[in-house]
Nanobody
Framework: VQLVESGGGSVQAGGSLRLSCAASGLSFRRYTMAWFRQSPGKEREFVAAITWSGNIDYTDSVKGRFTISRDGAKNGVYLQMNSLKPEDTAVYYC????????????WGQGTQVTVSS
């Protein structure tokens, strides 16, 4: 299984970025896909998730600003990030797990997002 993130970069506060995650080696349509992030000195935290059926969940701090989506034809999951804030600065990771399993167990290498004020 391989998850490859892309789309990170540096942006000023209020700007936008779109992250992509390309999945291979798994039955993509069965998996719940998610985005997590980790800032220096902090634990990895949940950002957003989308199930195979399209159910979506967000952490409160990104609701109304971030949008998660998936494309079964491309085995891709995306995170549109708008109105970015300096506190969104982190390494963003794509994760995957089967439904009804508690923890995510497939991870990408991460992509850096830096938001300057």
């Amino acid at each position: 299984v391989q998850l490859v993130e892309s789309g990170g970069g540096s942006v000023q506060a209020g700007g936008s970025l779109r992250l992509s995650c390309a999945a291979s080696g798994l039955s993509f349509r069965r998996y719940t896909m998610a985005w997590f992030r980790q800032s220096p000195g902090k634990e990895r935290e949940f950002v957003a998730a989308i199930t195979w059926s399209g159910n979506i969940d967000y952490t409160d701090s990104v609701k109304g600003r971030f949008t998660i989506s998936r494309d079964g034809a491309k085995n891709g999951v995306y995170l549109q990030m708008n109105s970015l804030k300096p506190e969104d600065t982190a390494v963003y990771y794509c994760g995957a797990k089967e439904p009804y399993v508690g923890s995510y167990y497939y991870w990408g290498q991460g992509t850096q997002v830096t938001v300057s004020s």
